[in-house]
């Protein structure tokens, strides 16, 4: 993208005060002289999704999780952290810290645990959770498809199925026309591809296929229901529930890793990164924007076809980021972190510049066909930092990449940290810590909520609109 000199100069001058007042930046830095503010009405919030944190569900991972060594330590989602039930008292904590957006999704399963058939009772509950946001002052953007299905759609199949597809628009129908007045801002699927990748090539969530022509099939699979959903949202929701005069805005929630080749002399480990760019990041972003279906890896069998309906199907690109990986041919494993480099408890490399670079890509497909430039929003990021040493730096740091991305001209109009509390995270179990509110599991505590330091960190900049 061609920028202005004065346009660059201004970003540089900027730049310039978020270093003076990364040095004041914490509590105390309200009276700052050198805020610098996000754009007017920016959105701040955190993220959960159902089966992480909402407890007794029964679908296609709650199954899972009954075989024996698939969850660190053993763990289930049974209990999760009780969010089901303690919603309302989550929500003040998130609306104390400043946040005017809460990300959550709506567990398929509660609302059709059988094909056809409805839960009245899980569709009053949402209704409740939705109303307590609205007390709260935090509008909801709610998410379709966060990792799980109802058993009975991973009886028929699952995402290979496709009767799957259709089921999906007919649940995305269902939910807009049931909650379209009280949600404007919809996902239909978060991380597609890592969801293929991780259920259908290397085998470690349900259902454990390991074939990556599979893998392949389900994220095209994947991006059609997602244009099939967007039709259906547009076409139920037709209420503007926040009052700013547009009713449904539907996006996709694509995680977006950096891959950098670990040995910068290796043309072999140029073209790892290079290929792992285009199938992890990149594909999903090119069939929702243009409808150019091209999921594809070498010696594998990938989809090519053109899908009309997924044309244009975005009216925002969430993006979740957290790491880079460093991609070699050689070795036992072919994605490492950079030697040396900060890392988080999961092993994960920090490196907050991979923010702005994944928002300069995700700008690459915010110009759709039809003449529409969309806007990106953070729909994830966060750290697994157990001892509590380097989240609030670690949220910094992103914060300060997204301000240069928007002084590059990038249209960012929110950013939703990954996550409220800690919560169920997947095959590690109870073990991650991505909270900004500690969840304590010892005997007697009763999942008490406890702030870490970052809450004050992030209320200070949520409230200010400002680093």
Do not use: C
Not at 99 to 109: M, Q
Not at 133 to 155: C, D, E, Q, S, Y
Not at 350 to 361: D, Q, S, V
């Amino acid at each position: 993208m061609r920028r202005s000199k004065l346009g660059s100069l201004g970003g540089h001058l900027a730049r310039f005060l978020v270093a003076l007042s990364a040095f004041n930046l914490g509590p105390a830095s309200a009276k700052s002289m050198h805020d610098v503010p996000f754009p007017k009405g920016f959105m701040w919030g955190a993220a959960t999704a159902a089966h992480q944190v909402e407890g007794h569900l029964r679908n296609d991972w709650s199954d899972f999780e009954k075989l024996k060594g698939v969850v660190a330590n053993g763990d289930t989602s049974e209990e999760g952290v009780d969010h089901y039930n303690r919603f309302d008292s989550d929500f003040a904590l998130a609306a104390d810290m400043g946040h005017n957006v809460h990300r959550l999704s709506i567990e398929w399963s509660r609302i059709e645990p059988e094909k056809g058939k409805w839960d009245a009772a899980a569709i009053a509950h949402y209704h409740e959770v939705f109303r307590s946001l609205k007390r709260h002052g935090i509008k909801p953007m709610v998410t379709l498809h966060h990792f799980t299905n109802p058993v009975w759609v991973a009886a028929q199949g699952g995402w290979l199925a496709e009767e799957t597809l259709k089921d999906f628009e007919r649940f995305a129908d269902f939910v807009a026309r049931e909650y379209g007045g009280e949600v404007d801002w919809w996902i239909t699927i978060n991380e597609p591809n890592v969801y293929a990748f991780q259920s259908y090539d290397a085998g470690i969530w349900p259902p454990q296929h390991k074939n990556r022509d599979e893998a392949l099939q389900v994220m095209a699979n994947m991006a059609r229901a997602h244009a099939l959903a967007y039709r259906a949202l547009h076409a139920a929701d037709t209420q503007d529930a926040d009052g700013d005069g547009l009713a449904a805005q539907v996006g996709i929630s694509q995680h977006l890793a950096i891959f950098d080749p670990y040995n910068a002399w290796n043309p072999i480990d140029h073209l790892y990164a290079y290929f792992n760019d285009q199938v992890f990041n990149r594909a999903m972003l090119k069939a929702v924007t243009t409808g150019d279906l091209d999921f594809g890896i070498p010696g594998a069998k990938g989809v090519k076809a053109q899908v009309p309906e997924a044309k244009n199907s975005v009216d925002f690109i969430g993006i979740n980021y957290y790491t880079r990986w460093r991609v070699t041919s050689f070795g036992p494993k072919d994605r490492l972190a950079t030697p040396g480099a900060p890392v988080n408890d999961l092993g994960w490399e920090i490196y907050p510049e991979g923010l702005y670079r994944a928002l300069m890509l995700a700008d690459g497909y915010s110009r759709l066909p039809d003449g529409r430039r969309v806007p990106i929003i953070i729909t994830e990021n966060g750290i697994d930092d157990r001892k509590g040493a380097v989240r609030s730096s670690y949220l910094v740091e992103h914060l300060k990449q997204v301000m240069h991305a928007i002084w590059d001209g990038v249209d960012v109009r929110g950013y939703v940290h990954w996550t409220l509390t800690d919560n169920f995270e997947w095959v590690e179990g109870y073990a991650s810590r991505f909270g900004l509110y500690k969840i304590d599991r010892r005997a007697g505590r009763n999942l008490a909520r406890v702030p870490t330091e970052t809450v004050e960190v992030y209320k200070s900049i949520a409230t200010r609109n400002a680093l």
